[in-house]
């Protein structure tokens, strides 16, 4: 069983920031692509950031210069570095990642249950 847990999400003010974390538990051979989403009230789930396992990231127009992903390959573990907020960046933000849970098994994708962004004005 893989798992990713979310933690991180908070109130802020707007101009403020925050960190999140995605950490990935379980039978892990290698994760391959990382990725931040969210969902702002109301819309759509969007892509916020990816990061490849050698760490190359794209990043959504709206957060960049704002938000930067990062990753520990040794740690399972993802980051969202976020200044700068705006209330619309409020959301529900989840974590997403390819996991190959052996060598020779297709990746399954795995998703966080969420954690609650919200950026007061």
């Known amino acids: 069983q893989v798992q990713l847990v979310e933690s991180g999400g908070g109130l802020v003010q707007a101009g403020g920031s925050l960190s999140l974390s995605c950490a990935a538990s379980g039978t892990i051979f290698r994760i391959n692509s990382m990725a931040w989403y969210r969902q702002p009230p109301g819309k759509e789930r969007e892509l916020v950031a990816r990061i490849t396992i050698d760490g190359d990231t794209i990043q959504t127009d709206s957060v960049k210069g704002r938000f930067t992903a990062s990753r520990d390959n040794a740690k399972n573990t993802m980051y969202l570095q976020m200044k700068s907020l705006k209330p619309e960046d409020t959301a529900v933000y989840y974590c997403?990642?390819?996991?190959?849970?052996?060598?020779?098994?297709?990746?399954?994708?795995?998703w966080g249950q969420g954690t609650q962004v919200t950026v007061s004005s």
């Open positions: 997403n990642a390819d996991i190959k849970v052996t060598m020779f098994r297709t990746p399954i994708n795995v």
